[in-house]
């Protein structure tokens, strides 16, 4: 069983950057398609970004031209850049294959000035 673990997070000032990455462990990470999703306080989890086995990506239309999803297969690990940050991206960011059910703990994001 391949689990995750996210990091990366923390607290950034208004229009600043944070990259989080997501590990996984065991070999089968290069054939999943990964996303990474967010769940702000009182609100619903909602997709952030995808990207295929091959490289594809997704992006929520609230997220594109500031984020950038990318994935390093020999490190077995994928990466959310986040840049222009706004306080509406406060938020724990979590990480895991398209379509299976687990969450993992995820990593807290607070744009605060």
């Known amino acids: 069983q391949v689990q995750f673990v996210e990091s990366g997070g923390g607290l950034v000032q208004p229009g600043g950057s944070l990259r989080l990455s997501c590990r996984a462990s065991?070999?089968?990470?290069?054939?999943?398609?990964m996303g990474w999703y967010r769940q702000a306080p009182g609100k619903q989890r909602e997709m952030v970004a995808q990207?295929?086995?091959?490289?594809?990506?997704n992006y929520a239309d609230f997220v594109k031209g500031r984020f950038a999803i990318s994935r390093d297969n020999a490190k077995n690990t994928v990466y959310l850049q986040m840049n222009s940050l706004e306080p509406e991206d406060t938020a724990v960011y979590y990480c895991?294959?398209?379509?299976?059910?687990?969450w993992g703990q995820g990593t807290q994001v607070i744009v605060s000035s």
């Open positions: 895991k294959p398209i379509g299976t059910p687990s």
């Open positions: 990207i295929t086995n091959n490289g594809g990506t």
């Open positions: 065991g070999s089968l990470f290069r054939l999943l398609p």
